[in-house]
Each structure stands twice: as C-alpha cells, then as structure tokens.
C-alpha cells in the first residue's frame, strides 16, 4: 500500500484557503478518472461523477480501488465538499488502516468543517506516527488544525518541525513569521 505515492502536499492554510495534496498515483487506465478529478484545480461535478462511476464497477484491485477513493477525496475537497472527502478517506482508513496519508487527509478535511479542528490534530498526529512519505508537509498541517484550535504554542512547535523537516519548503518559514514569544517574569510569593 505504501507504494502508491499517496503524498501530501498543502500550500498555508490560515490565513488562507488549503490547497489538496497530490493525487495517489496510480496507472490503470480504470483509474484515470479519479486521478484527473484530484489533479484539476476545480473539479467540477461532472470529472466527479466519472470517478464515481469508476469506483463503483465490480472486480478493481483493492489498491487501485483506494488511489481512486484518496483521489476522489482529494477531488471533494478542492470542490468545497470537505464532508464527503472526509468519508471517502474514512474508506481509506478502512481499507488500509496504516496508510499514513489517508488519516493525515482525513483530519484535513475535519479541518474545513467547523468545531472539528481538535479532531483533525488527533487523526493527523496518528498518520504522523505512522510514518508519512512527506512529514513536513504533514507537521504543517496539523499545525493548521492546531491553529484553529486555538492551541497556539502547538501549532508553533509544529511549523518550526515543518521547517527543520523541509528546509527549501518556504510555506513553514513564512507562518513563523506570524508568531512572536514573549518572555516575561513571573513573580512568585
């Protein structure tokens, strides 16, 4: 399962938009649909539909089935659909339970949908002890949903991972810039 290149790749989410990250690669023509709906910048319904149908026929090979579900759930959230992304990667999870990237994307997708940011931290944090293809890219985003959830100095720690894991990756840097520790003293008595 590993070997499907189910990578992440995110560009800053606060203060703006997330992007989706990259879709499972996977070369049966089967698949193509599914794929072309994750690469497209918007998907629209119709690229959707055809991804659907796809999954939908008898007889695929698990493995391309979930590059087709991460693809199609990669193609929900380009299209603002963050919940029916995130059933898509509960399939994935489901299918392939330590594939790092299927809970790193599902806690994205929690993410978008409101009062679920400490969710999102938690399923990010497990696809990050399990190993992730591209851990810069997952620390930042649970820096993200920590951020949301309003765990600051969390959020901090893990854009400065983000950084020390990738260092010609920009996106990291140019979040630090927004934090600021302050030092103070403390009088105890």
């Known amino acids: ?21 990259k879709p499972a690669d996977s070369t049966s023509d089967l698949a193509r649909p599914c794929r072309e709906a994750a690469e497209a910048p918007r998907p629209s319904q119709s690229l959707i539909r055809r991804c659907t149908a796809q999954i939908s ?27 029916r992304a995130a059933a898509d990667f509960d399939l994935a999870i489901k299918a392939a339970p330590t594939l790092p990237e299927a809970w790193i994307n599902k806690g994205i997708a929690l ?63 140019e979040e630090l810039k927004r934090f600021r520790v302050e030092r103070r003293k403390v009088l105890r008595g």
């Open 111 to 173: 993410t978008r949908i409101d009062g679920r940011a400490e969710e999102a931290a938690a399923l990010i944090s497990h696809g990050i002890t399990l190993g992730p293809r591209e851990p810069a890219r997952a620390y930042f985003a649970r820096a993200q949903a920590r951020e949301l959830a309003g765990e600051l100095r969390g959020a901090m720690e893990d854009y400065a991972a983000a950084a020390k894991a990738d260092p010609d990756w920009p996106a990291p840097g």
């Open 57 to 83: 026929r008898a007889g695929i090979e698990p493995p391309v089935r979930l590059a087709m579900l991460i693809n199609r759930g990669i193609a929900f959230l380009k299209a603002k659909s963050p919940e």
């Open 1 to 21: 399962m590993r070997a499907m290149n189910c990578a992440l790749v995110l560009a800053a989410m606060l203060p703006a938009a997330a992007q989706a990250q």
